[in-house]
């Protein structure tokens, strides 16, 4: 199994930044790849960003151009670095990953950006 954390959420104001940290454990080997998503309340869970395993990313576009997915291999740890935060950011931001035909979730941890 693999276990994932985030850390790093909280409370920030608009046109601040933050930096998630989702952390893995258990047996996978390498944490190469993996997606962040956020769900606010009355709203869908969305894709926000992922890296695939070549380190390609991609990013939904109401945070393009914001926020950055980054990974650290040997720590195996995935990173989101947040950006000109915007009210409309406020969300449970969940990280995951695809591990051999598993998909893996973390917790979730509370953004709130204040206006």
């Known amino acids: 199994q693999v276990q994932l954390v985030e850390s790093g959420g909280g409370l920030v104001q608009a046109g601040g930044s933050l930096r998630l940290s989702c952390t893995a454990s258990?047996?996978?080997?390498?944490?190469?790849?993996g997606a962040w998503y956020r769900q606010a309340p009355g709203k869908q869970r969305e894709l926000v960003a992922r890296?695939?395993?070549?380190?390609?990313?991609d990013y939904a576009d109401n945070v393009k151009g914001r926020f950055t997915i980054e990974r650290d291999i040997s720590k195996n740890t995935v990173f989101l670095q947040m950006n000109s935060l915007k009210a409309e950011d406020t969300a449970v931001y969940y990280c995951?990953?695809?591990?051999?035909?598993?998909?893996?979730w973390g917790q979730g941890i509370q953004v709130t950006v204040s206006s």
């Open positions: 995951n990953t695809l591990y051999r035909t598993n998909l893996y």
């Open positions: 258990g047996s996978i080997f390498s944490f190469d790849a």
């Open positions: 890296i695939t395993p070549s380190g390609t990313t």
